[in-house]
């Protein structure tokens, strides 16, 4: 089982709209969670980054939220444009196991005009 | 700007061939580099990771003597397809992990190899 779920899998919004994307994750303890946004054929490019101890963490219309208590996170999209497209990572740095961090499969968001 | 530089960012080769990819940290130190693997719509595909100054560690299914990783340095490290196939083809991220709590981590840009 993985231990990072991401969902809605992928999804469909107007422009304008905001939408939410869901990061469940069983890592424990944890050292960090961050969010990626990786374009078609491009790496991944950071969004986000909380340590346990944070609950929020902003950057422009991207807002990510974190509840280390039920572990879970959330990144939200405001007034969503069209160059948001893309598929956004969760990914769980663990607190021991130094090296190996664990992966969400993404949410393949799809903005339309 | 970038903070990982990776080249080439896409590369077209015969069969049989053997194709360098350099991933490079621009103003950290990286620790740890890992390669990934990536197809179409599909999530990344984590190959190795290396730490520099020793061997890289594989993941299963992954051949060490086809894809070799070189971490010489804390800013370089690099991935030889060696004896490339189609089935090679592939988009390939590096990332690097670096600072002091281990809290920098960047993805290159990706390469995109065509095998013919």
């Known amino acids: 089982k993985n231990q990072v779920e991401q969902s809605p899998q992928s999804l469909i919004i107007l422009e304008g709209k905001n939408c939410t994307l869901q990061?469940?994750?069983?890592?424990?303890?944890?050292?960090?969670l961050r969010w990626y946004k990786q374009d078609t054929g491009r790496g991944p490019v950071s969004l986000t980054i909380?340590?346990?101890?944070?609950n929020t963490k902003s950057n422009g219309r991207y807002t990510a939220t974190l509840d280390a208590d039920t572990k879970q996170s959330s990144l939200h999209i405001t007034a969503s444009q069209l160059s948001d497209s893309a598929s956004y990572i969760c990914?769980?740095?663990?607190?021991?196991?130094?090296?190996?961090?664990?992966f969400g499969k993404g949410n393949q968001v799809v903005v339309i005009p | 700007g970038a903070v990982v530089s990776q080249h080439p960012s896409r590369v077209i080769c015969k069969s049989g061939t053997s194709v360098k990819i350099e991933c490079r940290s621009l103003?950290?130190?990286?620790?740890?580099m890992f390669w990934y693997r990536q197809f179409p719509k599909q999530s990344l595909m984590l190959m190795a990771t290396s730490n520099e100054g020793s061997k890289a560690t594989y993941e299963q299914g992954v051949e060490k003597d086809k894809f070799l990783i070189n971490h010489a340095s804390l800013t370089l490290s690099t991935l030889t397809v060696t004896s490339a196939h189609p089935e090679d083809s592939s988009f390939y991220i590096c990332?690097?992990?670096?600072?002091?709590?281990?809290?920098?981590?960047?993805f290159g840009s990706g390469t995109q190899l065509s095998v013919l």
């Open positions: 103003d950290f130190q990286a620790t740890t």
């Open positions: 990332s690097a992990r670096g600072g002091k709590t281990n809290e920098k981590l960047f």
């Open positions: 990914v769980v740095s663990p607190y021991y196991g130094n090296n190996r961090l664990a």
């Open positions: 990061c469940n994750y069983t890592v424990s303890p944890f050292s960090n």
């Open positions: 909380m340590t346990f101890s944070e």
